[in-house]
């Protein structure tokens, strides 16, 4: 009878080593359970802790596509399931594709004057930069005009950029300030052409003005300048 139970007793010590060395399958896990791409992204899913190959299958090939590998392409704007199957088992992952788009790829501005850009199709944060910050600054997509020069500022999303061209043109200067009227003769300018007579040599952009004296102009069948008079 001690030996029975003695025997019984091995036995049961034996059966408990070779269980714990009986190795225990992992159950499998995909990399990603939901993602967002951008158009023309992709991304590399994989399973792990399976045996055999791997199916992988989109449920709309027109948003995004899945090759053999587990690769994804982002192609249009909508959502979609990643399913591979693994022996067994299948494991999913969601993709929602945007499209991202800046309202303007070029705008033109005066020193000092701003604009603000603005990012639509997508949900994602913007991280907006100026390429050359002495030209033009941008704050959560307001341009801010400094110098006059040119410079590119982009938006980036997801890692994409989209760029917009500033260019910033010199504030013109005033012309309302008149040079004084010559002393010489009686201070009105008259054009090589034309019928108006001057006030100011200035008006008008007349090249070679001459200076003469109104009466003299008034004979010679000019008549005064609505700007000047």
Excluded: D
């Excluded at 791409?37 to 590399?44: A, C, D, K, N």
């Excluded at 929602?96 to 309202?103: A, D, F, G, H, W």
């Excluded at 603000?116 to 199709?121: I, P, S």
Aim: with cysteine.
């Amino acid at each position: 009878m001690k030996k029975m139970k003695k025997l019984l007793s091995i036995i049961a010590v034996l059966l408990m080593v070779f269980c714990m060395t009986i190795p225990v399958s992992a159950a499998g896990k995909i990399n990603k359970s939901k993602i967002i791409l951008l158009t023309g992204q992709t991304i590399q899913l994989k399973v792990s802790e399976t045996s055999g190959g791997t199916t992988w299958i989109s449920s709309k090939k027109s948003v995004a596509t899945v090759n053999k590998s587990g690769k994804v392409l982002a192609k249009k704007k909508g959502s979609a399931i990643i399913t591979a199957k693994a022996g067994n088992k299948k494991y999913t992952c969601k993709v929602t594709v945007e499209t991202p788009k800046l309202n303007k790829k070029n705008v033109t501005l005066k020193v000092g004057e701003n604009i603000t850009l603005k990012v639509t199709g997508t949900k994602q944060p913007v991280k907006w930069k100026s390429s050359r910050k002495n030209i033009v600054t941008v704050k959560n997509g307001t341009i801010t005009a400094k110098k006059a020069g040119t410079a590119n500022v982009t938006a980036m999303v997801l890692g994409k950029k989209f760029t917009c061209k500033v260019s910033v043109r010199k504030t013109p200067t005033s012309n309302n300030a008149r040079p004084e009227i010559p002393t010489a003769g009686s201070g009105v300018w008259i054009p090589n052409s034309g019928s108006k007579y001057h006030r100011y040599s200035s008006c008008s952009n007349m090249r070679n003005p001459r200076n003469v004296s109104e009466n003299q102009a008034i004979s010679m069948g000019y008549t005064p300048c609505k700007k000047c008079y």
